[in-house]
């Protein structure tokens, strides 16, 4: 499974974070989004340790940290491959390249594979339209996506 997040360290820093903001009011989102940036994610295991941490509920986190979609409750691939869905790239076909995706990693767009490698995501416009249909593989950016092109591009990082 990819690369151990949920180390001692990590929960040690949490721990931390917890400490730093327990007791005031408005404490969870901080906490959330320390907790997310450390672990990649606020697994359910996570949102426990902040729920007996606060002393909040753990139903209360888990509606939160569902609601906001910058938490996820899974942790993140190594590749975290984006698909923009904003309107520039939809129109020049961007749900195929999603579809394609999807096919060839054998998950659903949000879903992490087994392996822990990849996570595909679906993204709104970034800002580089021109280029529709955009995809994104962590950092990089490739535009003028074909769903031809998926096999190759992904084999790259396989
Ligand atoms: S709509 Fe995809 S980059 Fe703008």
Redesign the pocket.
Known sequence: MGREVFTEENYKKLDEVIQMYKGKPGALMPVLNEAQKIFGCVSLDIQKEISYGLNIPLAEIYGVATFYSQFSLQPKGEYVIGV?L?????VKG?QDIVNEISKKLNIEAGKTTEDGKFTLVATR?????G????LTVNEEVYGKIKADDIDSLIGKYM
Do not use: F, R
Not at 86 to 90: L, V
């Open positions: 923009c904003g309107t520039a790239c939809y961007s416009c970034i800002g580089a339209c280029l529709a249909p955009v």
